[in-house]
Each structure stands twice: as structure tokens, then as C-alpha cells.
């Protein structure tokens, strides 16, 4: 922190590691440097994974299955029942969402919209990672999948680089056969140094800060380098 600031951590409801602080009044920066160690795989593709009945979740995963702030499961429960209803359950339900909602959306960078929830990017097609997470990770909902929204990084490892400065990313997960998989309708593709941050029920959980009273963002950078070790 600059200036010095007193700051400390918890723990939210989700396990998020989670820093506060008081910021003074003038310019604050918020800065973190760290590596981080990838296995080099793309994401696993569970595709014989088992679709649970809803009375055989454990507990803790119901959640994941409610409406929230950007989420409506009301306004698209019977779109998502009409159009996957007859796709088997399990993988390959999620992946037709996925499929649906790649191609449903046009990403674009400028008419990002932090206002902008699920069921709007279902009527508006268009957005950026937020957007495409939101709505399909609402469908999987609908569908009795559980799904989690996740916020972490996706460098350009082994694609193509996209002509738009780094930023963080956006994408979900899914509870299928005991375990929590990654998902990504923005990409649609296993992807190779996915950095989770965080977890929650959509970006209201996991925004990268949360502030409470008035402050204006003056800039934001993120930037990442390959580290290459003898290893």
C-alpha cells in the first residue's frame, strides 16, 4: 500500500482470502507482486461426468443453484429447460450451454457493462468474459447444475495473443461427480495457466475491491511475464 496504510485479512463465506483497509483521503495504490508455478496441462475436460439429483448435493453446494444479484434463474429457467432439457445430463449438458452461449454472445471489449446481469447479456448478445460466465453459469442453474462464478487470470499461453491490454478474466464452475470443473463459455477451449482467485456466486462476491463510500479509479495494470527456471 502508498502510503502505508494498516490492513488485514479474512476469511469470507466462500474461503476467499479477502484484505481490508481504511484508505486515507488523496491518492491510494494497491499493488501485489507473486509467482506463480502451472503445470503446463490445459484445463480437464470431464466428459464422463455424472449430473447429481438435486437431494444427493451435499449441503453446502444448494447455493450454487439459487438466483443472485447477476443471475436471474427465474427469467430463464424455461428457455434453458426448452432448449438442453433433452441433452443428456451431466458434461454433456454443460457443454451444450457452452456451445449456445459462445455463440450467442459477441465479445466486445468497450461496451463492457458492470451493471449489465445474465439475462440482459441473454437479450443484449453482447459483453465481455463477465458476461459470458454469467449467463451460462444461470443456465447450468436452471438446469439443477451447480455453478460458481470465478474470477482469476488467463494469459495467452499457447493461443494466439488477443489486441486488447491484460486484465483479469472471468469464468465458472461446475459440480459434476463429486467435484468442482472448470467451464469457460468465453474461450470454449481447454486453456493452459488458468489462475483462480476467487469464488462465488457471480462477480458481486468476487470483484477485485469493494468500496464503500466515494473513490474514482485513476488506473489499473495488470502485466505477466514468463518466468523460464532450470527446472
Not at 493452459?192 to 458481486?204: E, H, N
Not at 485513476?218 to 532450470?230: K, M, R
Amino acid at each position: 500500500m502508498s502510503p502505508d496504510v494498516e490492513a488485514w485479512d479474512y476469511l469470507d463465506s466462500f474461503g476467499n482470502v479477502c484484505t481490508r483497509i481504511t484508505a486515507p483521503a488523496g491518492a491510494v495504490t494497491i499493488s501485489t507482486e507473486f509467482v506463480i508455478y502451472d503445470t503446463g496441462r490445459p484445463d480437464h475436460v470431464p466428459y464422463d461426468a455424472a449430473q447429481h439429483e438435486v437431494r444427493d448435493l451435499p449441503d453446502d453446494v444448494l447455493l450454487y443453484l439459487l438466483g443472485s444479484r447477476y443471475c436471474e434463474t427465474d427469467r430463464l429457467s424455461d428457455f434453458a429447460w426448452k432448449q438442453f432439457g433433452q441433452v443428456p445430463a451431466g458434461w454433456p449438458r454443460v457443454q451444450a450451454v457452452l456451445d449456445l452461449v459462445h455463440r450467442h454472445i459477441r465479445f466486445d471489449y468497450q461496451l463492457a457493462d458492470p451493471r449489465r446481469s445474465a439475462y440482459d447479456a441473454f437479450e443484449e448478445r453482447v459483453g465481455v468474459c463477465r458476461d459470458y460466465a454469467h449467463l451460462a453459469l444461470t443456465l447450468c442453474r436452471c438446469l439443477n447444475i451447480p455453478a460458481r462464478y470465478c474470477t482469476g487470470y488467463l494469459g495467452d499461453i499457447k493461443v494466439e495473443p488477443v489486441p486488447f491490454p491484460m486484465d483479469f478474466s472471468g469464468w465458472f464452475e461446475v459440480y459434476l461427480g463429486g467435484h468442482w470443473y472448470t467451464a469457460d463459455a468465453r474461450h470454449n477451449t481447454p486453456r493452459v495457466g488458468r489462475i483462480l482467485m476467487a469464488i462465488g456466486r457471480d462477480a458481486t462476491d468476487v470483484a477485485i475491491s469493494t468500496q464503500f463510500g466515494p473513490a474514482t479509479l485513476t488506473g489499473f495494470e495488470v502485466i505477466t511475464d514468463e518466468v523460464v527456471t532450470s527446472e
